[in-house]
């Protein structure tokens, strides 16, 4: 009877060991998949700058969201970290927003239709709109 406990004891033994091995082998795999995750955050950070300005962005854009789009600019410009940050608009071939700007920016005209383009850097970032007038 007492070898019948004793091997109880035993297989209870190795079988809380192998569940703590795998317990530790899930936390340790799971660890390392979110360190993978978060290696991608900076490329999460882009899209997230990018889409304030790119949702503004077509063929056909209303001078009303232009207004809009050169206002948010204009706030971002204000609010950069640092000069890297800053996003230039260019209407008409006319830089009307370069980032130094201490007043309300230029406004268009609202009756008009306009193309809106955004220009990137190599990292992926807005960082330069081009504004044309439609005819």
């Not at 232009?66 to 706030?75: A, E, P, R």
């Amino acid at each position: 009877m007492e070898n019948a406990t004793k091997a109880l004891l035993i297989a209870a033994a190795v079988l809380i060991a192998i569940m703590l091995i795998s317990f530790g082998v899930y936390i340790i795999s799971n660890t390392s998949s979110t360190i993978t995750d978060n290696g991608d955050l900076s490329q999460q950070e882009v899209t997230s700058f990018n889409q304030q300005f790119t949702n503004y962005e077509g063929p056909n854009v209303t001078g009303t969201r232009v207004n809009g789009l050169l206002k948010t600019v204009y706030t971002h410009n204000l609010t950069a970290a640092d000069s890297s940050q800053i996003v230039q608009v260019v209407v008409d071939s006319s830089t009307v927003l370069t980032g130094s700007e201490t007043v309300t920016p230029a406004r268009v005209g609202t009756g008009n239709t306009y193309s809106v383009v955004c220009n990137y850097n190599n990292s992926g970032r807005v960082t330069s709109i081009t504004v044309t007038q439609r005819t």
